[in-house]
């Protein structure tokens, strides 16, 4: 890689472990009959998109999740429950090295995610971690819920190199999902592609 100034950090199975298969077994047992098919890796229900792209809300997507199932009773905990068992947590020392790289590169986050989540993962930082956020990690955080946005889109990638500056020739961008790493590609980002179970850890090499 030539001289990197810049780093875009994924958050999912980057810095925060996700378990595919621990969150399609929820879903199995809510009532999804092809629960790899409705949300996988590199697959997933149209509700997804929008939901991350917050074009629906909350209220919608448990809506849209009563109605797959075809299961009026289900609660908001219950959907809620099963769509958030996926989220394991933050492996030790990824923060730490997120810190120390700040010191070093102009660092940011850019995740696609939705407002259950969101909250979700923020309520465990604090709970967890003692934190308000991962604002301190990084110069700027961008969530694709909030932006209308998301990966792989390249709007999203243009918002954050023209917000900040950025040369695509300097910045990395790190991600677990390869069609993600070919959208920054296309305007010249220089990209990793993490392997699960691999994490931030791996790119030691950084510092």
Not at 90 to 109: C, Q, V, W
Not at 115 to 130: A, E, V
Not at 154 to 159: G, H, M, R, T, Y
Not at 187 to 201: E, R, S, V
Request: aromatic fraction near 12%.
């Amino acid at each position: 890689m030539s001289t990197i100034k810049n780093i875009i950090f994924d958050y999912g199975n980057v810095i925060f472990t996700l378990d595919f298969l621990k969150g399609q077994q929820a879903w199995k047992e809510l009532g999804i009959d092809d629960p790899a098919q409705f949300y996988g890796h590199r697959v997933q229900d149209r509700i997804f998109d929008a939901f991350e792209r917050g074009e629906a809300g909350a209220v919608e997507f448990r809506e849209y999740i009563r109605g797959v199932i075809n299961n009026p009773d289900l609660t908001d905990q219950q959907i809620d429950n099963a769509w958030n068992s996926m989220l394991v947590g933050i492996p030790a020392g990824n923060m730490e090295l997120l810190a120390d790289l700040k010191t070093k590169y102009r660092t940011f986050l850019l995740s696609n995610i939705n407002p259950i989540h969101y909250d979700y993962i923020m309520d465990y930082l604090k709970n967890d971690h003692g934190l308000d956020g991962n604002d301190h990690l990084f110069e700027k955080t961008y969530y694709s819920h909030l932006t209308g946005k998301r990966k792989p889109e390249v709007e999203i990638f243009q918002q954050v190199l023209d917000e900040n500056h950025l040369n695509p020739a300097e910045t990395l961008f790190v991600d677990d999902s390869p069609q993600h790493l070919v959208a920054a590609q296309k305007l010249g980002i220089q990209t990793y592609l993490m392997t699960a179970p691999d994490n931030i850890q791996k790119l030691a090499f950084l510092k």
